[in-house]
């Protein structure tokens, strides 16, 4: 009996290993897949943002608030010009988020040289901007 099942499981994968042939393929494709293939292609290259993470100094709403914004924009510039730091309005806030990070990790050690004069600061989400070389 166990020679009869050995048997049979070894046919079967005779079949299926030595069963296989390997042709070719010949894809037929309209000329004008290459043609959006290409055009998405430049819009990709065109957009320099993409999913990441930065450091989010400020939030406020009111008639007062992006004088507010600009004014903590302005000490945050002074004290780290080395890190880049952002002004938007998405209704109804004003915010102020700094850094371009690729990954959490780089944010959090950012955030720690940050947090003792924004103590409010944390990190976040955000779409960021592709680094530049030179």
């Known amino acids: 009996m166990k020679r009869i099942i050995c048997l049979s499981i070894f046919v079967v994968w005779a079949a299926i290993a030595f069963g296989q042939s390997y042709g070719s393929v010949n894809v037929e494709q309209d000329s004008r897949i290459e043609t959006l293939i290409s055009k998405q292609r430049t819009l990709y290259s065109l957009d320099s943002s993409f999913n990441g993470y930065r450091i989010h100094i400020f939030m406020e709403i009111g008639n007062e608030a992006l004088d507010h914004a600009k004014k903590v924009k302005s000490q945050f510039e002074r004290s780290f010009p080395d890190i880049p730091i952002y002004l938007t309005y998405v ?26 004069r924004f103590k409010e600061a944390f990190v976040t989400a955000d779409m960021i901007y592709r680094p530049k070389f030179d």
């Open 91 to 116: 209704e109804p806030y004003f915010r102020l988020r700094a850094g371009d990070f690729r990954n959490r990790v780089e944010a959090e050690k950012c955030l720690r040289r940050i947090k003792p």
